[in-house]
């Protein structure tokens, strides 16, 4: 049994390409993630050892376990590429895609075009279990190609027989990409088939939704994605009920600042480029923004920013705006408009 799932139910930041890099999940890990996964690195990125890889696969030693997510569909550079992997960052276990449902990663037979070619699924986890044994290597699948051929049960016996420690199941098909709602009877079906850990994954956004389907389903853990991008601190808020049965409140409006702020501080000096740095940061602050008062003008502005000095002036106008501006009736906002974006020249029109 993989030590993270020894007495505990371990909470999964989902890999998310573009989003969960070094900084995220170590933010993600303070706020109560267990298990920590990379973005997806093709095996051929891995045996080229080109630049961006190499960003994409270093770690923190505070970020463990790790792992790290691997894409491909032959089997021998897929073997190839985790044996690199080790050598190279030492993770704590190889992760396989077989989710992915983007056409450049479909049209060369790797992600999601694997659960429509169970034979060479099975190659190439085999080939790679076989290659780092006893190295522990998981997958991370998806309900099946379409609504007509879901077969998430079969994939998931198929890997567990090839050696294959855990598994990841998004309960969607490739052919929904991430539209409708994730299933979660076809999750709970595989998790009661196979006897290595199910993560269950798909729509978990509150703590609510996390226990009923931790109490509902044989899943041992589960993956949070999206969520995480809005609400990071959803994995603390779960780990303390579980823990204590405690209900931790949402953060307040400045607690989210100063964390989307430290977000970018930390993005920033951990890049050699400010300007990309920022630029990267323009979708994930309008992600931390949704369901902050006055949303729609702060996410017009973060939009555009290119500097932490924006954001904090962005961020001090908006608090000024909700002190100012809004009428506080016990816990209910009154708001006003959404005028904070306004410069103080024309301020006084505004107010009219
Ligand atoms: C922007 C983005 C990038 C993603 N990249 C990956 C990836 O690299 N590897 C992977 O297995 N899944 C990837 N996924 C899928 C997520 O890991 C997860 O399965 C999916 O978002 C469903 O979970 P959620 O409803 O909690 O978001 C990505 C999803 C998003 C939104």
Redo the contacts with the bound molecule.
Sequence with gaps: MLPWFNNTRPLYL??????TDSVFRRLCKEQGADVLVT??VSADGILHRNQHTTEMLSFRAEERPVGV?LFGADPQRMADAAKAVLDWVEPDFIDL?F??PVNKVVCKHGGSALLKDCPLLERVALAVVKAVEPFPVTA?IRLGWSQETINATMTATILEQTGIRAIAV?GRTKEQG?SGV?DWQTIARVAQAISIPVIG????RSVEEILLRLRSTKVRGV?????AMTSPWLFRQVKRFLETGEIVPDPSVEERWSHMLRHCRMAVAESDSGKHAMAAMRGRLMAYSKGMPGGRTLRGELQQVSSVAQVEAISERHLAWMNSEYAITGMCFVPSEEPWRISSRDESAARI
């Design positions: 989902a890999p998310m390409a573009g989003v973005e997806f997510q895609n989710g992915c991370k998004h991430y994730a994954n798909g729509d978990l993956m949070v994605g999206r969520a």
